[in-house]
Nanobody, 124 residues
Framework: QVQLVESGGGLVQAGGSLRLACTASGRYFSRYVMGWFRQAPGKEREFVSTIRQTGGGTYYADSVKGRFTVSRDNAKNTVYLQMNSLGPEDTGNYYC?????????????????WGQGTQVTVSS
């Protein structure tokens, strides 16, 4: 069983930056693929980014590529999402998720555990 807790959300002006963190309890964090998803008001949840177990493989949605960077510190059981050049379209609740094995990193159904989310609001 893995419990995930996100932090770092908040209100930021357009063009600003935030760094989200997701800390996992339980054992064997390094064995999990970690993903970030977001849900904007009135919209379905969407894929943002994924990082593989050792950090050797990272994947991004086209909408955030070049602006967001995912990383992880397995010694701290934590995955990060550095978000730069934020715009109002990035507003939403950001969730981290963990998958023990994965075929399609952008599919929600592939992930076994989810956090409660952290709100990001970008003002124009």
């Amino acid at each position: 069983q893995v419990q995930l807790v996100e932090s770092g959300g908040g209100l930021v002006q357009a063009g600003g930056s935030l760094r989200l963190a997701c800390t996992a309890s339980g054992r064997y964090f390094s064995r999990y693929v970690m993903g970030w998803f977001r849900q904007a008001p009135g919209k379905e949840r969407e894929f943002v980014s994924t990082i593989r177990q050792t950090g050797g493989g990272t994947y991004y949605a086209d909408s955030v590529k070049g602006r967001f960077t995912v990383s992880r510190d397995n010694a701290k059981n934590t995955v990060y999402l550095q978000m730069n050049s934020l715009g109002p379209e990035d507003t939403g609740n950001y969730y981290c998720a963990a998958a023990s094995r994965i075929a399609s990193y952008s599919r929600e159904a592939e992930y076994d555990y989810w956090g409660q989310g952290t709100q990001v609001t970008v003002s124009s």
